[in-house]
């Protein structure tokens, strides 16, 4: 009766386990008094292997935030992040009167964040692309379209000083904080002033086919900006009087009409850490053991692999009733170097195709999934109690490799150290924490 009664019990926990979003720790341990308790069991020393990978190209193209800068970064080296982008005509057959006089052609990007030293000046050119983008194409973070060979800034040493958090005044008001980049005259007149192709947007793009906006190497630790280039105060503004009366014109960028990709460079890790190098470009995963990385910028990922938990677990009466990966922040200089907020797990299947873990599909919530970071414990947890359920059963059996990556990493700069599988430290070890029934 005691064994019937505890296949009862164990089986109703599976089923909450698959159908619901509860916790699980506890379920069913209410029935049953001291002398009926399930052989719940707990640990953390399940074997991970683990060391950290150069991230595959990733799609950049139209994405909410675009990147501009160069940072000097003391562990990952340099990173070099700029973008190309279409503008739109706001109508068809645009004028601008009998007699325009030309004042300027000014580019502007809203601020929506910051990587890095702001106090660092970057260097910022700024070129006319020399064929059109492709509607049709799919663009990813290294490729590299041609462009015209002269710098615009009217300036032709530019240096931005980044204020991603002031507020910048206009006529009688102040707006949200942007940048405000004053290209060359010759070029506002020649493009846009006196460009007879104003009737459509089509005769315009193929006229003028867009902008490349890059920064070049810059002294100290440099900065990565981040800006939003669908902004109804980011485009290019043309000043300009009529009659006297002083008027301006934006061409805008928007998702409907222009093609806009981010560009990054990494420098093949040539001024990162030995460490880091070693992993990255020599394929030592044994130094996975004490340190990982994590880096957005299409930059860093990390492989992790549980080569051990099917002959453990497989044929056993065990139903797992939570599963936990642990990861435990090294970083100890946040205020420049923000760590990600948030982390991204994806499935590595045998083949080579990338999925999401049956967590991340079936249970939407991230409260449920986890990766955000606690900067009180200095931990990111993921919940993957699906997955773990699933690798010691059959069908995973050759799909036991996971990435984790940084979210976001099209958009955003922010980087991650992290403890190993082996850590002088071992209480701080990348670890999964294992909460199961026996029966």
């Not at 009862?8 to 509860?22: N, Q, T």
């Not at 192709?197 to 630790?221: D, H, K, M, R």
């Not at 939407?364 to 931990?379: I, Q």
């Amino acid at each position: 009766m005691k064994r019937g009664l505890k296949l009862v019990i164990v089986f109703s926990i599976l089923f909450s386990l698959l159908g619901c979003k509860k916790e699980f720790d506890s379920i069913g341990l209410e029935l049953q008094n001291d002398s009926q308790q399930l052989n719940n069991r707990f640990t953390d020393t399940t074997t991970l292997v683990a060391y950290s990978i150069l991230e595959d190209s990733i799609i950049t193209q139209n994405l909410n935030n675009s990147v501009l800068g160069y940072v000097n970064d003391p562990i990952f080296g340099r990173t070099q992040a700029g973008f190309y982008t279409q503008f739109d005509l706001s109508g068809t057959n645009v004028t601008f009167g009998d007699n325009p006089q030309f004042d300027s052609l000014v580019l502007t990007l809203q601020y929506t964040g910051s990587f890095g030293d702001t106090t660092s000046p970057l260097s910022i050119k700024v070129y006319e692309i020399a064929e059109a983008l492709d509607a049709s194409k799919i663009y990813y973070n290294h490729h590299q379209t041609p462009v015209q060979p002269t710098n615009l800034t009217a300036k032709a040493n530019y240096q931005l000083y980044p204020k991603p958090n002031t507020r910048v005044r206009m006529d009688t008001s102040f707006v949200k904080p942007h940048i405000r980049i004053r290209l060359a005259d010759n070029f506002g007149i020649d493009k846009f002033l006196n460009n007879p192709t104003l009737t459509n947007n089509s005769a315009f793009q193929e006229s003028f086919p867009g902008l490349y906006v890059i920064a070049e190497a810059t002294t100290g630790t440099g900065n990565l900006v981040y800006v939003s280039l669908i902004s109804s105060l980011s485009g290019l503004t043309l000043y300009y009087k009529e009659n006297g009366t002083p008027k301006k014109y934006t061409f805008s960028i928007t998702t409907i009409n222009c093609k806009f990709y981010n560009y990054f460079d990494h420098f093949n890790y040539a001024q990162a850490t030995n460490d880091l190098k070693n992993q990255l470009l020599n394929g030592n995963t044994q130094l996975g053991e004490k340190v990982l990385y994590a880096q957005g910028t299409a930059g860093v990922k990390t492989r992790i692999k549980f080569p051990n938990l099917y002959n453990v677990y497989h044929g056993k009466n065990v139903v797992f009733n939570k599963a936990e990966l642990v990861i435990t922040n090294i970083n100890e200089d946040e205020l420049l170097f923000a760590v990600p907020q948030k982390l991204g797990l994806q499935w590595v299947k045998k083949n080579g195709n990338i999925a999401h873990l049956p967590d991340d599909e079936m249970y939407t919530s991230e409260s449920y999934f986890g990766g955000k970071y606690d900067a009180s414990t200095k931990e990111y947890r993921f919940r993957i109690t699906k997955y773990i359920q699933q690798l010691v059963q059959d069908s995973l059996i050759n799909n036991n490799e996971i990435n984790l990556v940084v979210n976001g990493a099209g958009i955003r700069a922010n980087r991650l150290t992290f403890y190993g599988t082996n850590p002088d430290d071992f209480s701080k070890r990348l670890r999964l924490e294992l909460s199961y029934t026996t029966y």
